[in-house]
């Protein structure tokens, strides 16, 4: 009975590996894309999504206005923020998801200059997957993964790729999953 128990807790070790190999490999395919796009829900402003690589183009129903575009773009990778984040600028802090400066589409005009950065380096804290991003011209996107309540809904952050998603949950779980086809 005990070698049993063993086994399960080698085999739960070793998925808990590929899962924080197979996040920092999906997060690496950051580097060298440009940010297109951002946007955020007018009721929750500290969340915020950023799109990278290749923007879609010919989005139905759109007016022409960049809150509308920017919240409607598609792209290679979608980077959503759940969790707590900041922005730096030449080694200082910039502003964050609690600041007064999100206006009332929780896009701020600072994060509109993200828009054809490229992405230099990623990186993953291989414990607490808390998120780095250094972006061309000393700008850098910090994520730290602070949600630990009971909720089974709760996320830090969300990784979309074209075939797969990829989730930094509560208590830093990670879960990869493909995506259904449509």
């Not at 490229?118 to 996107?141: I, K, S």
């Not at 089974?152 to 074209?162: K, M, W």
Request: proline share 2%; with cysteine; charged share 25%.
């Amino acid at each position: 009975m005990e070698w049993v128990s063993f086994l399960w807790r080698v085999r739960s070790v070793i998925q808990t590996y590929e899962a924080a190999v197979s996040v920092t490999t999906r997060l690496h395919q950051l580097s060298g894309k440009d940010c297109c796009g951002f946007g955020s829900d007018p009721e929750f402003p500290d969340v915020i999504s950023l799109d990278f690589g290749e923007r879609t183009t010919g989005v139905e129903g759109l007016t022409g206005s960049e809150t509308e575009i920017v919240q409607s773009c598609g792209s290679d990778f979608r980077l959503t923020l759940y969790c707590a984040w900041r922005v730096l600028i030449e080694g200082s802090i910039a502003f964050g998801w609690r600041d007064a400066s999100l206006d009332e589409f929780g896009a701020s005009t600072e994060l509109a200059k993200l828009i054809g950065k490229q992405v230099q380096v990623v990186d993953v804290n291989p414990t607490t997957y808390d998120l780095r991003v250094c972006f061309q011209g000393d700008t850098e996107l910090e994520a730290y993964c602070d949600v630990t309540n009971n909720c089974d809904f709760d996320q830090n952050y969300v990784l979309t790729g074209s075939k797969w998603i990829c989730t930094v949950g509560l208590k830093s779980l990670v879960l990869i999953e493909k995506k259904r086809r449509s």
